[in-house]
């Protein structure tokens, strides 16, 4: 997970769950405390709720590793989540930094709410890269809209679909990028109508 603020330490959370390590990335040290914190607390609730086991805490967040080293967080793993700041310039950055970093074989996933993402990542990483759009708290609520790109593989798709399946998810596959994908473009229509 590449960003430690409101997402990606859900998503973490939800893929130590599930068994799998995970990374989590933030260059500042303060975020990544505050993440685990919130990690903590967030198993805490799902224990009293009988959602995981309170004995299930330690070994969950020992699967994550917290890192402000970009490169010790994505140059070995196979699956990078991107859940930095709504912002072009940003996602474009960390896009050319994992280039430079990750296998070619690497997914890219962005969490992006509505940035076509498929402008922004170099050109050699289009077959491999989606947008995997979670939803907040990404620990509870269990949709994801996963995007194809115009370049996107099939086997991007599937793979990505079936791991999210894995953890508890459930994968609302887009076959092309439509600026707010469906639920958001759904509550703007409600939001509308109600006012």
């Known amino acids: 997970m590449i960003g430690a603020g409101t997402m990606g330490p859900g998503m973490a959370l939800v893929f130590a769950q599930y068994g799998f390590e995970a990374k989590l990335f933030s260059r500042r040290q303060e975020t990544l405390d505050k993440a685990k914190s919130v990690m903590r607390t967030s198993l805490g609730t799902l224990a009293e709720f009988g959602v995981v086991q309170q004995e299930a805490i330690d070994p969950i967040l020992g699967r994550v ?18 859940t930095v700041a709504e912002s072009r310039e940003v996602k474009s950055g960390i ?22 993402i498929f402008n922004l990542v170099p050109n050699s990483r289009l077959p491999n890269t989606l947008i995997a759009h979670w939803f907040a708290p990404p ?7 996963v995007v194809r790109g115009p370049q996107t593989k099939d086997e991007t798709m599937d793979l990505i679909a079936d791991l999210l399946k894995k953890v508890g998810r459930i994968p609302v596959r887009m076959e092309k990028f439509i600026s707010g994908f469906v639920i958001n473009r759904l509550y703007r229509a409600l939001r509308r109508e109600t006012y």
């Open 65 to 82: 590793t917290f890192t402000n080293l970009l490169e010790a967080a994505a140059s070995d793993s196979d699956v990078v989540c991107e």
């Open 95 to 116: 896009f050319e930094q994992l280039d430079k970093i990750c296998s070619p074989k690497t997914i890219f996933t962005s969490n992006t709410s509505s940035l076509n």
């Open 139 to 145: 620990h509870i609520v269990p949709l994801v809209e």
